[in-house]
């Protein structure tokens, strides 16, 4: 009682009823989450880039008709410019730090024996889960000018540091803030490498420096990629960190944002905004995965 | 393959990795020690410390806006928590163990909200509860309010994607062989399911569970964009104090909300041990020089 | 005797490879069968569909008569034992032998005791309240054959399960293994690469190279009367001179010798004449020469020590040949650079048209 013959390019994709079945189960399964985030994340993102292209009132109500490029246009001014530059440059250097104190962090932690690795990793996860508010708030006390930074400083007969709300302050609190947020993919890409690749390295002459670039280096930039997305994307688009350790001088992205829905009260510029960013950030993260990372 | 550390003299570059990572963990814990310290502080002002109080903390439990904002915090997280570890843990299994058509389109609404940063997230929410609020006014006639509910949802809607994103990599760490010894001995779909599956990627949904916890509660620009009057977190309320001036008030709620989080961290380190399922390999790794 | 497991005109394609193509095999009641074949070879497939883990693109898939090529493995009533033993991490060795009948919904007395049992048979029951990982390889091996022994399948398939195992507690376990077959009289049907295993285990045997079944055997009819250059040359050692048939029963070797062979090709057909190494004789070129044997004449240009055997090879004019000679106190010895004879009965020669 042989079968007959499965047309070839079906019997590719499902290749029987069982198969069939479990595909419509996995559907099932996906609902919940595709209706969810679909009605949840979907029609919210459709609706800003619709209001992008909103008018707004003189009263600074939106109007959904006259539908225009202006608030685009405006994403070209010298002054939003600035902002976007400061932004960035904000970002890319807090990207850059996390990375050059995480990895030595993260090497050292995944070369010490198991028993000590555990208990290293608690111990960065443990400010890791800890409120970003609150952590940040905590820097707010150290810079201020009656802080403890100007005290030692003071004590040590320097003029008392007074870096609260200056840039520098902005760039501590986002470096402190999202430093886990780069360690923790460093460890596991480095914990989960193959050392004895390195071995092999030693074994055909390479010294320790040479054995890392060729060696370690490449096989941990999957974890590098993951960390510098982790960083750069909350950086770019920082609000807490900057107003609370920010002045009133230096707008960034965040706060621009932000303020077109409270104060400037011109909601189509800010879903402009919205979605510029949105979009430099996604360009940024599928240019990254391009070269080379497969997941998070 | 392993050299012992203790066998050789350390080299240079040891020494200065060893003392790099001692300075990262001062600079991780510095600040938050400072904090802890100061909110005993029995002064008025951070500047000057005048002996061992708790009046901040006496003060902080009568705060009737504290508490009520620490209520709301809790109440959100755990909605938003037990909702988005079912849906992120059910999105992980669809994406990871079946096939189906439009798949891809499905995989890409699902990692879209992590790399879309916060601010953005809040802007959509508003526009989309303001729009939606404004249609069903105009149908049914009356007009919901901005509260407890509107930012569980805003929570809910980025927290499946980070369940997700972690249940997955355990699921993609899991031995496929032993789900077909499942089948191959009797067990259907879902039995496999309860009885190897889940027990297996259990701390993946643990720490999904817990990232999703940590994210509610840390979360400030969505949810004071989409509070209403009267419903506020905690976190959103202390941002309001600080913006306008340092009180010792703060130290003490920062205080409590630290403890709260290595409460959770060490709970959940606690469970992980006692499932044991993660296997540590035996060797040592080596060191190089 | 009724059939086990037939599989008709089976094929198996992922996208563009063919893994399996139009296989026909039937495996008898109570037979150990094994599938024995390189890397890639669609051995591991074919036992796959067997289970129940691939469906096949096309063909009919029986066990005892009844037609499964679509059932989920759950279905089945066969049970596998994984190359990595797939034992549940999370569950003692008790749960784990006990998981199918659980499954089933046996009534727990029952599992209790059918799994004491069956641990008692691999001698592991001081260990039931283990841990899989506290076990040893060869300990974890027999709990995942005690988990599906357990479950008194009506075939178990083995996906090369001593393949992680140390050489000695290999060979411990192929014994222990057929012994267990032999005991229970369930039909095995065993896959791997080792022709070894395959040969000293095996009722029968179906050797695959590319998807396609070459020949199925008893070990004896594979090692000593192989169908192709390629089964002769997988399965132990094998000499391959080229030659043509003549006429119906003899083959004419490149240096113009004819052999008697009995063989089924057209005269004028290119062949290969196959012998194995230990049914050469060696002789030295002065030695009478026992009646009726073939002979070339040759020079020892390498002598290997094997401890049971001697193994030289030896330069003639059809090549590189090499010979098995038992190490026994009577036998001669020869050493390198010496002329010798090679010399074979006609008997040991098989013809193969390709």
């Known amino acids: ?93 807090t990207t850059l730090i996390c990375l050059a104190v995480s990895y030595p962090f993260a090497y050292y932690i995944a070369t010490r024996a198991p028993k000590w690795r555990n208990l290293l990793i608690v111990l960065v996860l443990i400010p890791f889960w800890s409120n970003f508010l609150v952590r940040t708030y905590a820097w707010r006390i150290i810079l201020g000018s009656d802080g403890p930074l100007a005290q030692i400083t003071e004590a040590l007969g320097m003029e008392p540091v007074r870096l609260l709300f200056t840039n520098s302050a902005i760039l501590i609190g986002l470096v402190y803030g999202y430093l886990p947020f780069m360690v923790l993919p460093l460890y596991a890409a480095l914990e989960r490498m193959d050392w004895s690749l390195v071995e092999a390295a030693r074994d055909l002459y390479a010294d320790g420096w040479t054995a890392f670039r060729k060696v370690t280096w490449p096989l941990s930039r999957p974890g590098v990629i993951a960390g510098s997305i982790l960083v750069f994307i909350p950086s770019l688009g920082a609000y807490v960190t900057p107003a609370l350790l920010g002045g009133a001088r230096t707008t960034l992205l965040g706060d621009y944002i932000v303020s077109q829905f409270l104060a400037a009260r011109n909601q189509p510029f800010g879903s402009a905004l919205s979605v510029a960013v949105m979009s430099v950030m996604l360009v940024a993260v599928i240019v990254y995965f391009r070269s080379g990372a497969k997941n998070l | 393959m392993t050299i012992s550390a203790g066998v050789r003299p350390k080299s240079p570059i040891e020494r200065l990795l060893a003392a790099n990572s001692w300075l990262v963990y001062a600079f991780f814990y510095a600040p938050i020690m400072l904090l802890i310290g100061l909110s005993f502080n029995a002064n008025d002002n951070v500047g000057v410390w005048t002996g061992v109080s708790t009046r901040w903390y006496s003060e902080m439990f009568r705060n009737d806006d504290v508490m009520r904002a620490l209520r709301t915090s809790l109440i959100v997280a755990a909605l938003s928590t037990v909702v988005s570890t079912i849906l992120g843990t059910a999105a992980a299994i669809a994406l990871e163990r079946f096939r189906f058509r439009g798949q891809r389109v499905y995989d890409g609404l699902v990692y879209l909200p992590i790399i879309i940063p916060d601010v953005t997230m809040a802007v959509m929410m508003l526009l989309f509860f303001a729009q939606s609020f404004n249609i069903i006014d105009g149908i049914f006639g009356f ?64 720490g999904g569970a817990l990232l999703a916890l940590t994210l509610s509660l840390d979360d400030v620009v969505v949810t004071s964009f989409v509070a209403g009057p009267g419903a506020t977190t905690l976190p959103v309320y202390v941002f309001g104090l600080v913006r306008r001036g340092v009180t010792p008030l703060i130290n003490a709620v920062s205080t409590v909300m630290l403890a709260a989080s290595m409460a959770l961290v060490l709970i959940s380190l606690f469970f992980q041990r006692g499932t044991g399922t993660v296997a540590t390999t035996e060797e040592e790794p080596l060191e190089e020089t | 005797m009724t059939d086990s497991v037939v599989l008709t005109g089976v094929t198996k394609r992922f996208g563009d490879v063919l893994a399996v193509d139009d296989l026909h095999l039937s495996v008898a009641d109570g037979e150990f069968f094994s599938l024995l074949g390189p890397s890639g070879c669609g051995k591991t497939t074919t036992l796959r569909m067997i289970a129940g883990f691939e469906f096949p693109t096309s063909g009919s898939l029986t066990i005892h008569g009844e037609e499964m090529a679509l059932n989920p493995p759950n279905e089945r009533p066969v049970n596998t034992v994984f190359q990595s033993y797939a034992l549940f991490p999370h569950m003692t060795i008790e749960e784990n032998v006990g998981f199918g009948l659980k499954m089933k919904k046996l009534a727990s007395a029952d599992i209790a005791q059918r799994v004491k049992r069956t641990l008692d048979m691999v001698q592991l029951s001081h260990r039931a309240a283990a841990s899989p990982s506290q076990l040893s390889g060869g300990q974890q091996q027999r709990v995942a054959l005690a988990r599906a022994l357990v479950n008194e399948p009506q075939v178990l398939l083995l996906d090369e399960p001593l393949g992680a195992l140390d050489l000695k507690l290999r060979q411990a376990m192929q014994v222990e293994l057929k012994d267990l077959q032999q005991r229970v009289g369930i039909t095995f049907v065993y896959v791997t690469h080792d022709q070894d295993e395959a040969l000293t285990m095996s009722d029968r045997i179906g050797v695959m190279s590319d998807g396609s079944l070459l020949q199925v055997g008893g070990p004896q009819d594979i090692y000593e009367h192989p169908r192709s250059r390629f089964v002769a040359d997988f399965i132990g050692e094998i000499n391959l001179m080229p030659a043509v048939a003549a006429d119906r029963d003899s083959v004419k070797l490149l240096d113009g010798q004819v052999l008697m062979a009995a063989h089924g090709a057209q005269p004028g057909q290119a062949v290969t004449v196959a012998i194995r190494p230990e049914r050469f004789t060696l002789y030295r070129p002065d030695d009478e020469l026992p009646s009726g044997r073939s002979s070339i004449s040759g020079k020892i240009i390498r002598r290997i020590y094997h401890g049971d055997v001697f193994v030289y090879d030896v330069e003639t004019a059809e090549g590189l040949l090499e010979v098995k000679e038992e190490n026994r106190p009577t036998i001669e010895i020869f050493e390198i650079d010496a002329p010798v004879t090679v010399t074979w009965n006609p008997s040991a020669a098989t013809v193969i048209e390709d």
């Open chain 2, 143 to 206: 007009k919901p309010l901005f509260g407890i509910g509107t930012i569980s949802l805003s929570h809910i809607a980025f927290n499946i994607s980070f369940v997700a994103v972690v249940v997955r990599a355990r699921l993609a760490q899991l031995d496929s062989s032993l789900e077909e010894a499942a089948a191959d001995l009797y067990a259907t779909r879902w039995q496999a399911f309860r009885h190897v599956t889940l027990p297996l990627i259990m701390p993946g949904v643990a």
């Open chain 1, 1 to 93: 009682m042989a079968l007959t013959e499965i047309p070839d390019p079906v019997a590719q994709e499902l290749e029987s009823d069982a198969e069939r079945v479990a595909s419509r189960r996995g559907v099932l399964i996906a609902l919940p989450s595709w209706v969810y985030l679909t009605v949840f994340f979907a029609v919210p993102l459709v609706i800003v880039l619709v209001y992008s292209f909103a008018t707004r009132s003189s009263t600074g109500l939106t109007r959904l008709t006259g539908w225009n490029l202006d608030s685009y246009r405006r994403l070209f001014d010298p002054l939003v410019a600035e902002i976007a530059m400061r932004s960035v440059v904000l970002a890319v250097a």
